[in-house]
C-alpha cells in the first residue's frame, strides 16, 4: 500500500488524511482505494493515472525513506545545540561538518 499512498499523494499534490479522505485496502489481489472523499478537490483517480505517476510516486518514496534516516542520524536538538555552541566558542565547524555528512550519507532524488 505504500506505493499506493505516494502515487495518491503525487494525485492529489498533497498528502491526504488516509483516515477520513482516502483509505486503502488490499483484498488478497493488490491494493486499492476503497473509499475516496466527495470533498477532496480532485475526483477519484482511474489506474491508469495512478500508473502514470510511476516515477514521481517512487521518488517521494525513496524522499521519505531518506528524511527518515536523516532525523535518526542528526541526533537530538540537545546534541545539535551542544555541536553549535562548542562551534561557536572554539570557531569550529563540526555542526556544519555533521549535517553536511548526514545530507550525503542519504541524498534525495
Not at 502515487?7 to 488490499?26: A, C, H, Q, T, W
Not at 476503497?34 to 505517476?53: G, H, I, M, R, V
Request: glycine share 4%; proline share 4%.
Amino acid at each position: 500500500m505504500e506505493k499506493l499512498n505516494f502515487k495518491i499523494r503525487e494525485y492529489l499534490g498533497r498528502k491526504p488524511d488516509f483516515n477520513s479522505e482516502v483509505k486503502l485496502r488490499n483484498d488478497g489481489s493488490g491494493d486499492y482505494i476503497s473509499f475516496w472523499s466527495d470533498s477532496l478537490e480532485k475526483p477519484k483517480p482511474t489506474d491508469a493515472q495512478l500508473n502514470a505517476l510511476e516515477t514521481e510516486a517512487t521518488k517521494l518514496e525513496n524522499n521519505a525513506k531518506a528524511d527518515a534516516k536523516r532525523r535518526t542520524e542528526y541526533l537530538s536538538w540537545q546534541d545539535q545545540m551542544e555541536m553549535i555552541y562548542k562551534d561557536q566558542k572554539n570557531g569550529t565547524t563540526t555542526y556544519k561538518d555533521h549535517c553536511d555528512k548526514v545530507r550525503s550519507d542519504n541524498p534525495k532524488d
